[in-house]
């Protein structure tokens, strides 16, 4: 057993807390499987005093994180702060500019920064790693990178937001509303107070740019994940796609559409068929669908302090081991910059809900606006009429490309009789 | 992009082609991702003049494996062969003496001389790699040495061997008893001529070996794999478990029971909220329970040419890497050789299947044999008798010492209503 890894910690919230935790409960197991023992030397958090049930007085403290990186004592900077910006990017660039291997969670700095942090650590021949970043526990960053690296890949997708995960499942099992499900999350701490970054999908946008950049050798773009939440989802969606053998899902995919990229998060139809069908409450998933090994599904936990833990361990050992190559599987100068497929590339089937004045004639309408955008139907459904006079139509589409539904969504929510603007939800294919 | 990684390659298989084939397809892709080329010099097989359907003339021949080892031209050997010994082993031990990196996908060669392979690995500080030889193209060697690493873990298990579970869906599908699947199964080469490998639950047994000294620091411990494998499973087992919310799944489990190695290949009742139950087919998927992670599933594509050749191609790219520690992730002297942990260990739910005569009197037998054995019965099912006046008795236990099933068991079948061999399957615990 040779020298240590020692560590600066930055951020010591639920899931530096859990880091601290691991180390220790862990120890002995992480030196002989490291071949060397992993050890934090040095911290810093914005609150020295608060009671986090960890011991920290053996470590060193700093107030300004970005005086770990230069500490002679560090090796490796683990950043869990969080923010696109601010302290985490300054700490990042201040600890591969020294040359330092870099381990972050932060999803929503790797998302807008991917490309630069690459770069210096390229620079400064020092792994950059962030398992934790995507998925929590799963080690699906090393499943893509390493795992399926000898593949073409033709599309990324998964449930990447467990609050999102936790809601519809509540929704679909309780028959609840989505508005008393985010409450009651948000009392039992499972939704953030202001959840927005997870119930409009911008975390699951995070994590898929990353996985973007990984299956595809694309540079990290963010701005073009087209992105929805599930706010409009009603349990009427749930259980109209139940009762045509769906699940709803937030989804986030990535794909390449001829020699263009597309990347969206949106709640969609999964067939029961299908692995992420049986993905449920705060669990996430990943698929992966390789032009040799074909379809592979990793699944786990997606956060919390234990899980992610875990992952920022992993890249510790990795690092210890002398294992860690290309941040984004390739040399950031080899990574592209794909166009943005909009949705005139797309096709697939699509669920529509309406809402409509429940009186005769609005169906003729509808279905006129679907024939005028050139869109058949597979199936029409009108559940019982709500007691305000509005009626629900919820309808799937045989396969169609996704511009013409678009304009069809557009007719229809000028119909006079639409109440409430039309819900679309895509259908992902059996076969992904 | 600096030098070729040259390889020497060992049988041309379906699997050995498939390797070629895929380092044709995706050279540039794996160019990119490796940081170098790949690129095979030299292949040996039994046959020169077969037609593989891929181009070898632009490879130099051997027809002696163990001499691709010693080609200048040569800096990795990936052996195809196959076999626990012979001129497998005999190549490995050459490759490694000449401190060459060796890549396989040889389960029963790694089941029975792992350890020893690791240790000549080691001695010579070259890589020693094999994804291929369990699960297929799922990463899951590399998601135990690596990606759950940090990790103390209290059991791995999982679907390792598709043929028999591609055997047990038909069963179950299309009402099927056992033998009329497996002579389908051999008609369209889903099943070897010889099954007896793959049946009798040999071939998950190897694998089980590896996942488990992977993810316990164990030594490959083939010997001790108590194995059974699926030919006892009749269609009346599979409706009566689908009756009771279960399905019928061949599981390799490896688990600690204290400082004691439990490691079992049995038919076994998953819970149909497993996620092992929704594994069908010839799919693999392997759960892996860790302290800090929780539970990580990972699914895919357990056989065949195409997803094979990804998880070879996956080593070679770590190899090019230059990411390639220890074979069982911890050197191979770290490795312990745990005591065994015999019946008497365990505790769980049952399932037993007896065969008795059609008479009164025999219930109150099977019942007090229960109760002699302290063995508490959840429920029991007499289904419709057969025409030969013999009738089944399906019963599930409670939570029982699994020693005292046994002896109920062996009470059971010296009755002399006993027609058949009682057949007893573990119930898989929901949390694993």
């Not at 694309?218 to 087209?226: K, L, M, N, S, T």
């Not at 067939?271 to 998933?285: D, F, K, S, W």
């Not at 050992?317 to 100068?333: L, N, S, V």
Request: hydrophobic share 50%; proline share 5%.
């Amino acid at each position: 057993m040779s020298t240590p890894l020692r560590i600066g910690l930055a951020g010591l919230g639920t899931v530096g807390a859990g880091v601290v935790k691991l180390l220790d409960t862990n120890a002995d197991l992480i030196t002989r499987r490291a071949g060397r023992p992993i050890s934090i030397t040095a911290v810093s958090a914005r609150d020295r005093h608060r009671e986090r049930g960890v011991d920290l007085a053996r470590f060193a403290w700093e107030d300004d994180a970005t005086a770990l990186a230069a500490r002679d004592d560090v090796d490796v900077v683990v950043e869990l702060v969080g923010g696109a910006d601010g302290p985490a990017l300054t700490l990042a660039r201040a600890c591969l500019q020294l040359a330092k291997p870099f381990v972050t969670a932060n999803k929503a700095m790797l998302a807008h920064h991917g490309l630069l942090l690459a770069e210096l650590a390229e620079a400064a021949s020092v792994p950059l790693k962030f398992e934790a970043a995507v998925a929590g526990g799963i080690p699906v960053i090393k499943g893509l990178r390493e795992g399926a690296a000898a593949n073409a890949l033709s599309s990324v997708y998964g449930i990447l937001n467990g609050t999102c995960n936790y809601i519809l499942t509540r929704m679909e099992k309780e028959g609840l509303e989505f508005g008393d499900v985010l409450a009651d999350a948000q009392a039992c701490g499972y939704a953030e107070a202001d959840p927005s970054f997870d119930i409009d999908g911008v975390d699951a946008a995070h994590k898929l740019s990353i996985l973007a950049s990984l299956a595809f050798g694309a540079r990290p773009d963010f701005a073009h994940v087209e992105t929805h939440g599930i706010r409009d989802i009603r349990l009427a969606d749930i259980r109209q796609a139940a009762a045509l053998g769906f699940k709803v899902r937030l989804v986030g995919l990535a794909a390449l559409v001829g020699d263009r990229l597309v990347q969206r998060v949106h709640p969609s139809l999964v067939p029961l068929g299908h692995p992420l069908a049986a993905v449920e409450g705060p669990l996430n998933a990943v698929v992966a669908e390789g032009n040799f090994v074909g379809r592979l599904l990793f699944m786990g936990r997606g956060a919390g302090e234990g899980p992610t833990a875990s992952a920022v361990a992993a890249d510790l050992i990795d690092i210890a081991r002398g294992e860690a190559g290309p941040a984004f599987a390739m040399p950031a100068m080899a990574l592209r910059g794909f166009a943005n497929a909009g949705p005139e590339a797309r096709t697939g089937r699509a669920y529509i809900r309406l809402t409509v004045e429940d009186r005769p004639g609005v169906l003729a309408e509808i279905t006129a606006a679907l024939r005028d955008a050139g869109v058949s139907i597979e199936s029409l459904i009108q559940p019982a009429s709500a007691p305000d006079g509005t009626a629900l139509v919820v309808m799937l589409t045989h396969e169609s490309p996704e511009q013409a539904v678009r304009r069809a969504l557009d007719s229809m929510a000028a119909l006079a009789s639409s109440t409430a603007a039309p819900l679309f939800m895509p259908i992902l294919a059996q076969d992904g």
